[in-house]
Each structure stands twice: as structure tokens, then as C-alpha cells.
């Protein structure tokens, strides 16, 4: 009899153990992530897998996408480089006010007037702009629409009419000019609306030498050209030189060929 009684005293103890680890359990999946010291820590992070005290992301609006009649909107944290109306943002490199005309919706290059900059000056961002050439077009090669988005104000990203235009491959639309030529040819013909949208970070320096290059992802009419393609340096100087300081601005080339831009805007890259 008292045999039968231990089994059944065990029994009980037995069921009451696993029925509290059970719940135990339970309640530490139930808080997603507060238990923390029961998932991995990131690398080099103090955050755990899942973990709910981690900042929430900002809330945003997204944008809308172009169409050769309309441009789109941007979304709502950016800063609007050209809207369509005036030039404000922007000054000529030569000092002074930019003197590219600007007429229905979009500025266009003044050849000779040089090249215009942006007044803010900007680290990692993301950037889009839209360009169109001009039409009939004219000149070949170089000669070709050329223009160039200039990222911290030194680093070139090709624009050119290489729409059954041939010129040296690291120099054509889409390439990191005299580096890296763009990974295809996605050129729209010359008076169409042709759109870039690309991410750059600038070079970390360290004890005054470059400890991290410069690098750039560009999309051409949504198609990737540069996949995060290191910067050997500017693109008009020797390689590899890079320009001191991690911001710069946004710069836009004369090259004495009459192509215009529209809907331009400009992301900040901050660190969670
Ligand atoms: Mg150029």
C-alpha cells in the first residue's frame, strides 16, 4: 500500500514538473525576443535576434515612378534637389547663382556656363535623378550628350548619348567614368526620359589614409549598371587619390552638350 502511494506521490511530482517547464516555456516565446539571453547576439552588435527592444524603423511614405509625361513623386523624407520650378539648391561651381535654363518642368545644360553643385553637401545617400538628350542628336563619341553626376562632387557617373553611340566602354552612359564600364548597355534614344537611381558611401578614413574606398550601385531605367563598384579615386585625376572628408556635393556637368534633367532628390543614409 505504501508502495502504491510513492508511485502515485512520484507520479504527481513528475506531472507538476513538467507541466511548470511547459509553461515556463511558453511564456518565454510568448515575449518574442525578452528573454534574450536565450537567442544569439549579432556580431559586433548589441542587439539579439528578434529583439523587441531594438528601435522600430521610421515610417515613411513611399513614392511614385516616372513616366515620360509626368515625373513621379518622391517619397516623403527626401530632400528635393529640382522640383521642376527653379534652381535654388543649386549654384554655379564657378561661384554665383547656377545659370542653366530652366523651362517646363526641367533645366537644362547652357553650354559654357560651367558646371552647377548642389549648396548642401551630403555623405552616403541615395540619389535619383532623371536626364533626357537632346534630339536630333548630334556629335560622336564623347561629343555625344555628354553631361555627369559628380557624387561628393569628384566621382563621375557617366551621362552620355550611347544610344548606338560607340565610345571607350569605361567612358559610355552608366559607366564610373574611366573605371568601371556600366554592367550593360540600357540607354533609352536621345529625347526620352531616362532615370538613375543609385547609392554611394564615401571612403572612412582612419589615421589620415583611407581605411574603407568609396563605393557606388547604380540602377538605369531600373536595370542594375554598377554593382557596388569600388572608386579607385575621382574619376579626372591619378588613381588611387581620394578626396579628403566623407561629404561633398552633388555636382552636374557642361560638357558643352545641351542635356536636361528633371525630378531630382536626394536620400540621406543614416545608421540605424
Ligand atoms: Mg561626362
Avoid at 548589441?46 to 513623386?73: A, I, L, N
Avoid at 566621382?155 to 564600364?181: K, R, W
Avoid at 547609392?199 to 572612412?204: D, L, N, Q, R
Avoid at 550601385?217 to 579607385?232: D, H, P, R, S
Wanted: proline share 10%; hydrophobic share 35%.
Amino acid at each position: 500500500m505504501m508502495k502504491r502511494n510513492l508511485i502515485v506521490a512520484l507520479v504527481v511530482l513528475i506531472s507538476v514538473a513538467v507541466a511548470g517547464l511547459t509553461a515556463f516555456q511558453l511564456r518565454a516565446n510568448g515575449r518574442q525576443g525578452t528573454k534574450s539571453e536565450h537567442r544569439p547576439r549579432l556580431p559586433g552588435s548589441k542587439w539579439y535576434v528578434h529583439d523587441m527592444h531594438r528601435p522600430q524603423p521610421r515610417v515613411m511614405t513611399p513614392g511614385t515612378f516616372s513616366t515620360q509625361e509626368t515625373p513621379g513623386r518622391p517619397p516623403s523624407d527626401a530632400i528635393v534637389l529640382f522640383d521642376g520650378k527653379d534652381l535654388s539648391k543649386w549654384q554655379s561651381v564657378n561661384d554665383g547663382p547656377a545659370r542653366w535654363k530652366v523651362e517646363d518642368g526641367y533645366f537644362q545644360v547652357v553650354p559654357g556656363t560651367g558646371d552647377i553643385e548642389t549648396k548642401e553637401k551630403f555623405g552616403a545617400v541615395q540619389v535619383h535623378l532623371e536626364w533626357s538628350e537632346p534630339t536630333p542628336p548630334h556629335g560622336t563619341s564623347q561629343g555625344r550628350g555628354n553631361s555627369g553626376v559628380f557624387l561628393q562632387g569628384e566621382y563621375e557617373i557617366q551621362v552620355l548619348d550611347s544610344f548606338h553611340n560607340i565610345t571607350y566602354p569605361d567612358g559610355q552612359c552608366g559607366a564610373v567614368y574611366g573605371q568601371h564600364p556600366p554592367l550593360v548597355n540600357v540607354c533609352r534614344p536621345p529625347g526620352e526620359w531616362q532615370t538613375y537611381d543609385l547609392v554611394f558611401t564615401p571612403a572612412v578614413w582612419q589615421g589620415g589614409r583611407v581605411r574603407i574606398p568609396p563605393y557606388v550601385t547604380v540602377f538605369q531605367n531600373g536595370v542594375l549598371v554598377q554593382n557596388y563598384a569600388k572608386i579607385y579615386g575621382p574619376t579626372k585625376e591619378a588613381i588611387p587619390h581620394y578626396v579628403p572628408g566623407a561629404i561633398g556635393p552633388l555636382r552636374l556637368q557642361d560638357h558643352h552638350n545641351a542635356v536636361r534633367y528633371r525630378n531630382i532628390w536626394i536620400r540621406e543614409i543614416r545608421p540605424e
